[in-house]
């Protein structure tokens, strides 16, 4: 018996030692128990799996509310050993990946001594560790005393990526949109230098990335490079170009954008010239009669004198209706569209109306379409004659030109000019089906005729046609109770239909010759609410250029 008591007794003697290190141990739901034992090799792995699994327990009670409170005590117990065992120790990569997806759930600003750790990637070991870093800090709030130093991290971190594997270029897009996120200019240089750059190993959608950054960032540094950027092109793929990247630049910039462009719309930017020549040539070796039929100086001066039309200063005038005179079709037409947006006076307006007569007159059928568009932006008495001269001209050739005088009118009309509509409609077999259901402007314009707040009214209709009527006749009458006007055309900028939206845009753009902080902050509401959504995609393209003009007329 006593032989077999002793090994009885070491058995005991050892389960009794073992108990206080199993007691110690951290309950497995206390946040600050499971932290502390990130510092613990042996447990690390352990520990950060039941971070996790705690943390995405309160998220899901919480029902996503990252400002719950005991989302907020998991943040408190937990964000000071992560981040201290992620910076000490930077062997243990594949742990350190896990408190960093962490960190990025908790998005608790507390923790970028790590994110910035981080940024500091090895090449085939902690790449994911960087872009990981880089997601979070466009997640978290960032103290504008805290964007230097961030910038700095990311903008070394982004110039050392030279490769084109698939990881480098998921580092290039989380780097890049950061930089566009804090919004701070010091990140101009490299985003500047992203954007120009043309090498094998960046696809050149990294280019068009970071020009769209730059458009947040709202530098003025930016602009000569930027002017650059318009005609700049993908070696790979001529058609592949940085066009509206690099003039939603510019627009954002506004005021400093103009002499530059300018002296591009001259032909006098030397760099410019260059880009526009081997952009020919590279359509050349694809296809010499394509290449042939190009116009160099036309096609230097288009990108500027569109730009100069979004930027919308009146001191361009002057040069865009020197361009509409111009003998190439092609530099008419662009001017002529580009002076529409410009901010004018009455007898700037009468001026304009005349020389888009002119071009109108030289150009051929397939330009005449979007001239009339152009015509009815304008929202002036003046075009309303050559307008209807228009619509009642019978057209048998194709584009249907007629039909587009026809709309133009009809969206315009007062009650006494849409008594003109009705004989059109009755003798026009050929666009009848295209012009038909325009045919309730002809009631609402009795109803309305130049009455704003009837046309205000109007904008609750379900009828898209009516509400693209009402925005039309708010800008050609509304300018002495704009504010009012405005006011019911905001509403119809998240309207499901692009037509209505772009309608009420323009409206808006035309009445607002002081400013509306109003359409500004709508617009800005929209973009954070949609993007990435297609209608977003398509309206910003008009609505951004329009908010950077609001913007810069209430003297921002």
């Known amino acids: 018996m006593g032989r077999l008591a002793l090994p009885r007794l070491a058995a005991a003697l050892l389960f009794a030692l073992s108990m ?41 009670e919480a029902k996503g509310d990252r400002n719950d409170a005991k989302i907020k005590e998991f943040n408190d117990v937990a964000h000071d050993n992560m981040t201290k065992v992620y910076i000490e120790h930077p062997e243990d990569a594949q742990n350190g990946l896990r408190i960093l997806q962490l960190m990025a759930e908790m998005r608790d600003e507390r923790t970028l001594p790590a994110l910035l750790k981080a940024l500091e990637w090895q090449a085939e070991v902690t790449e994911d560790h960087a872009v990981m870093a880089a997601r979070t800090l466009t997640e978290i709030p960032v103290a ?27 580092m290039r897009k989380s780097f890049i949109e950061v930089l566009g996120k804090l ?71 506004g005021k400093p954008a103009l002499e530059p462009l300018m002296k591009a719309a001259r032909g006098e930017n030397k760099e410019v010239n260059k880009l526009v020549e081997l952009s020919i040539e590279s359509f050349r070796r694809k296809d010499q009669d ?24 009146r001191e361009s005038l002057e040069l865009l209706m020197e361009e509409a005179r111009n003998e190439h079709p092609d530099r008419r037409a662009t001017a002529a569209l580009a002076m529409t947006s410009i901010n004018r006076t009455p007898e700037d307006t009468a001026k304009v109306v005349e020389v888009m007569k002119e071009v109108y007159e030289k150009s051929d059928k397939q330009a005449r379409p979007q001239l009339l568009v152009a015509f009815r932006h304008l929202y002036s008495d003046d075009v309303m004659e050559f307008l209807h001269e228009v619509a009642k001209t019978t057209e048998t050739e194709l584009p249907p030109v007629q039909m587009y005088g026809f709309v133009s009118y009809a969206l315009l009309a007062d009650k006494a000019e849409s008594k003109n509509l009705p004989p059109i409609l009755e003798k026009e077999e050929l666009i009848k089906p295209q012009i038909k259901d325009y045919e309730v402007v002809i009631k609402v314009a009795e109803e309305c ?24 006749m708010l800008a050609r009458i509304g300018g002495g109770e704009s504010d009012a006007a405005i006011k019911g055309l905001l509403e119809l900028l998240e309207h499901g239909d692009l037509e209505v939206r772009n309608e009420a845009l323009s409206a808006i753009d035309h009445l607002a010759v002081k400013g509306s902080k109003d359409a500004v902050a709508k617009i800005d509401e929209l973009q954070a609410k949609e993007e990435g959504r297609s209608i977003w995609t398509n309206f910003s393209r008009e609505a951004l250029p329009t908010r950077s003009r609001l913007v810069t007329r209430t003297g921002g």
């Open 20 to 60: 206080p290190l199993w007691a110690c141990h951290a309950d497995l739901n206390d946040p600050k128990g499971q932290a502390e034992e990130l510092s613990d090799p042996v447990r690390r792995e352990h520990a950060v799996g039941r971070l996790h699994s705690i943390f995405g327990a309160r998220l899901a």
């Open 144 to 170: 504008d005393d805290k964007k230097g130093e961030i910038v700095k991290k990311i903008c070394d971190a982004l110039k050392r990526v030279d490769g084109a594997r698939g990881v480098d270029n998921r």
């Open 183 to 253: 919004g701070d200019k010091r990140a101009t240089e490299t985003l500047v230098e992203i954007a120009l750059n043309q090498s094998e190993s960046q696809n050149f959608l990294f280019n068009k990335l970071a020009a769209q950054q730059l458009a947040k960032i709202q530098d003025p540094a930016a602009v000569e490079p930027m002017v650059k950027a318009l005609y700049m092109f993908d070696l790979q793929m001529p058609a592949m170009r940085m066009m509206e990247d690099a003039e939603s630049v510019l627009v954002s910039v």
């Open 290 to 313: 394509l290449a042939n039929s190009m116009n160099k100086d036309a096609l230097v001066a288009r990108e500027a004198v569109l730009t100069l039309g979004r930027l919308g200063f």
């Open 449 to 472: 005729d130049r009455n704003v707040k009837c046309w205000v009214g109007k904008l609750k209709d379900k009828d898209k046609i009516i509400l693209r009527k009402a925005s039309s």
